[in-house]
């Protein structure tokens, strides 16, 4: 029996972060890493805003074998306020040798196309792009259930979970679905959703099962989603949707 965690590719702190002064300007920035012609290694990357003693935010590690582009799958989100300087200090570890890079937000935002570029050695170049999100709207409880009404106990040999995403990028990844067809509920802030994004069902080897898209406004009209899903053998297994807006 495997037991898959679920796993946020934004930063959890992000859904205890919503409330701030009402005073300032602030607004959400999503930052997108990546290294273009990484050479044969061991990469990751660290991120710490301001004067924070901190690490607020640490990549995933990626092994390659050949020289090739690479791209992090998790991804940072903060509050941009433009009447503050915000430095950024990125450090990049490439088979454990760091290599520091002190900037600023307004450095990355008012780059070409928001992105900055910085040469770490012969052609490697760390890549960052910035995305406005635009100001929090709060946040979405997702929940997920799945039913076959033929067999009550279906889900305790057949495991699926699912994946979200929002235009090309992976949002969050559930748990494996529980015995009793309910998966455990997530949060995510609207502001990474906007303005719809897909559920995709898989089953426990990876493999497509079927996949819908949710739009916000259905989710804040409480809409109630509900579909027939055509399982392995010709099961059919009926999908509900109670997400809504926490």
């Known amino acids: ?24 300007n602030y607004e959400k920035i999503k930052l997108e890493f990546s290294i273009i012609n990484a050479d044969i290694g061991t990469y990751s990357s660290q991120l710490k805003l301001s004067d ?4 607020d935010f ?9 020289k090739q582009k690479i791209v992090f799958e998790k991804f940072f989100v903060c509050d941009y306020n433009k009447n503050n300087q915000q430095n950024i200090q990125i450090t990049i570890n490439k088979n454990n040798i760091p290599k ?13 196309n928001s992105t900055f570029t910085m040469n770490l050695i012969n052609d490697e170049l760390f890549v960052v792009k910035a995305e406005k999100l635009g100001e929090d709207e709060g946040i979405i409880k997702i929940i997920i259930t799945l039913k076959n009404e033929q067999e009550p ?6 495991k699926l979970y699912y994946l979200v995403t929002c235009g090309n990028c992976d949002i969050y990844r559930s748990a494996e679905i529980i015995n009793n ?3 455990v509920p997530s949060q995510i802030p609207i502001c990474l959703l906007q303005p719809n994004y897909t559920i995709s069902f898989y089953n426990i080897l990876g493999q ?3 996949s819908f898209t949710r739009t916000i406004q259905e989710v804040k009209q409480y809409n109630k989603a509900k579909k027939t899903i055509k399982f392995a053998n010709e099961k ?11």
């Open 52 to 55: 924070s003693k901190v690490i």
């Open 236 to 246: 059919l297994l009926v999908l509900e949707d109670y997400s809504e807006v926490s």
């Open 208 to 210: 497509p099962i079927f």
């Open 1 to 24: 029996m495997t037991f898959l965690e679920p796993k946020y590719f934004f930063p959890e702190s992000l859904l205890s972060n919503l409330k701030r002064d009402p005073n300032n």
């Open 100 to 112: 520091i890079i002190n900037t600023s937000l307004d450095s990355i935002i008012n780059a070409p």
């Open 153 to 158: 106990n279906f889900f305790i040999n057949h």
């Open 58 to 66: 640490a990549s995933e590690v990626k092994q390659i074998q050949s």
């Open 181 to 183: 067809g309910d998966f």
